[in-house]
């Protein structure tokens, strides 16, 4: 292949991966609607460790473990400020319902913001 | 869906995005590879805007493009240290036997490391 195939293959990649970060930012965003919604537990620090477990399991390189988590670590970064700035009003309207502290928490992690 | 359904679509999501940036981390190699046994031109600062013109392109959302691309630098960012890991002894054999300098640059975008 020469180098312009190469770099359109990349780029084909590269949308690939914008679909499936889309998709995950849909269904974390979901999650987090459950959650506020039902008033699920919110905090699980065990998740995130979770997500990073599954990911090195899955890793078949030639990308080492550690790099591919910081990716991860970025991508998940990034979906809890699409949480907090998505969710907190839903999360404020009902805590103001019930007279709760209206705090925005990470709905995927638990983590507080 | 219940959350755990919601957790394990995620899981599945991950793992489909470790496969990509797998296939993408091999491509980029292939393409390393490519320049420094070719000697091809290696300064090529347009690739990086590029590569970002052309997730920005294909984003539909949830996420902000800002936050997509915030992902993706740092998926260049990774790319480049794998390069730099694994091309390194290739470039500088090249450049001992050529008699050149053998300053090792980022193969995709050429950046100087």
């Known amino acids: 292949m020469?180098?312009?195939e190469l770099r359109k293959e990349?780029?084909?990649l590269d949308r690939q991966l914008v679909t499936l970060l889309s998709r995950r930012a849909e269904t974390a965003l979901e999650a987090g609607?459950?959650?506020?919604a039902t008033d699920l537990p919110i905090y699980e620090p065990a998740?995130?460790?979770?997500i990073y477990e599954n990911v090195r399991k899955a890793n078949l390189g030639p990308l080492p473990d550690i790099e591919l988590i910081h990716i991860f670590e970025r991508i998940?970064?990034?979906m809890r400020t699409l949480q907090k700035n998505e969710l907190?009003?839903?999360r404020n309207a009902q805590a103001a319902a019930l007279g709760h502290d209206a705090g925005v928490q990470s709905p995927e992690?638990?983590?507080r913001q």
Chains 1, 2 share one sequence.
């Not at 609607?33 to 506020?36: A, D, M």
């Not at 998740?47 to 979770?50: A, I, S, Y």
């Open 2 to 4: 020469t180098l312009q």
């Open 10 to 12: 990349i780029d084909e």
């Open 33 to 36: 609607r459950l959650k506020v």
């Open 47 to 50: 998740r995130e460790k979770t």
């Open 76 to 78: 998940v970064d990034v």
């Open 88 to 90: 907190a009003p839903q």
């Open 109 to 111: 992690t638990g983590n």
